[in-house]
Nanobody, 111 residues
């Protein structure tokens, strides 16, 4: 059974940092594209960042230069380092691999 479990969310002041983790079980994350999405209240879910099996990355324009996605294949984990957080980054952040989704972790940025 495939499971994706996110952690690392919380409450942080604007300008602060958080690191999200997504641990996968039941699959080898290393052979798949790992993605982070987010959904803010009243808004559609949007792609934040992705990382390919060979380590190529891509980011939404709104987070470029502030967020970094990485992966640790030995730990079957994908990370999202979020720096210089803004109030508009407040959302539930979801890990994704293909058709599989985690339950999300809430990030709240206070201004």
């Amino acid at each position: 059974q495939v499971r994706l479990v996110e952690s690392g969310g919380g409450l942080v002041q604007a300008g602060g940092s958080l690191r999200l983790s997504c641990v996968a079980s039941g699959l080898y994350f290393s052979v798949d594209v790992g993605r982070w999405y987010r959904q803010a209240p009243g808004k559609e879910r949007e792609l934040v960042a992705l990382i390919t099996p060979v380590g190529s990355v891509n980011y939404a324009d709104s987070v470029k230069g502030r967020f970094t996605i990485t992966r640790d294949n030995a730990k079957n984990t994908v990370y999202l380092q979020m720096n210089s957080l803004k109030a508009e980054d407040t959302a539930v952040y979801y890990c994704n691999r293909g058709f599989d989704w985690g339950k999300g972790t809430l990030v709240t940025v206070s201004s």
